[in-house]
């Protein structure tokens, strides 16, 4: 508005009237009472435009010193539907009087045209990252659900109980990424989980009292136990590392 000569000022002052939404209130730009351009003084309202060749929807927020309705009146083809989230009010130019302002200020229509197209830009490089976003982690689901049906069919098919520990701990390190892993079976008359490791050629046992370390804490409550820096945790037992020559970093139990 602050481009308009002073002719166009005046035209601009004939056309337009005040408007007033009330919070919660919903409804169709489109619709003959409501067609036109409102620019907000005061207030937010959420928008959903709707393109005959677009899917999804878009949704944006304007509040004051921003406008709607400028599909509406630039393409008839769109279709606007405003929901109000705060009491809102300003001044709006009704579609059938918008073409009286266009012929007296072409500049004004040029502007207008110029900020929408630059704004569409915008929402599609927004909606082009959504919806990479979504492909990527979809992929990643996928994948995801092929390894665990991968490993359910290697788990299958496992012969005796040493096999089976092997290829539990192989896909679960594959699942998870790890650089190692250990399978603790429970001991629960000894009150210990045990494992077995091969170093050097020597098939090694290695036990933990349950409830210590955070595989034992893990087997004594039934939980979950993440940690980034084993050794700056007061309950990480460093024993197994000190058999095995091994230095733990982070931990999942």
Not at 14 to 29: A, I, R, T, Y
Not at 159 to 168: G, W
């Amino acid at each position: 508005l602050d481009t308009l000569s002073t002719d166009g000022r005046a035209v601009f002052d004939k056309v337009q009237s005040d408007f007033s939404f009330v919070s919660g209130d919903s409804f169709e730009l489109h619709t003959p009472d409501r067609s036109g351009l409102y620019f907000i003084e005061q207030g937010q309202v959420e928008v959903e435009h709707t393109y005959p060749e677009r899917s999804p929807l878009q949704r944006d927020t304007r509040s004051a010193g921003q406008f709607i309705g400028e599909y509406v009146v630039l393409d008839g083809m769109r279709r606007s539907t405003v929901h109000v989230k705060e009491d809102t009010r300003g001044i709006w130019i009704p579609a059938n009087r918008f073409g009286v302002l266009a012929e007296a200020e072409p500049s004004f229509l040029m502007n207008l045209t110029r900020i929408v197209l630059r704004n569409q830009s915008e929402q599609d490089s927004k909606l082009i990252s959504e919806l990479s976003a979504t492909k990527v982690k979809a992929e990643q689901t996928i994948q995801h659900l092929n390894a665990v049906t991968a490993s359910s069919e290697a788990i299958n098919s496992a012969q005796d109980l040493d096999q089976l520990l092997q290829v539990v701990l192989r896909e679960a390190r594959q699942l998870v990424r790890a650089e190692r892993g250990t399978v603790y079976l429970m001991d629960r008359d000894a009150g210990e989980i045990y494992s077995f490791v091969n170093e050097k050629g020597h098939r090694l046992k290695i036990s933990l009292p349950i409830g210590q370390g955070f595989a034992g804490l893990a087997a004594k409550h039934g939980i979950t136990v993440n940690i980034e820096d084993a050794y700056e945790d007061p309950r990480f037992h460093p024993d197994v590392d000190q058999e095995t020559g091994f230095r733990t970093r982070s931990v999942l139990s």
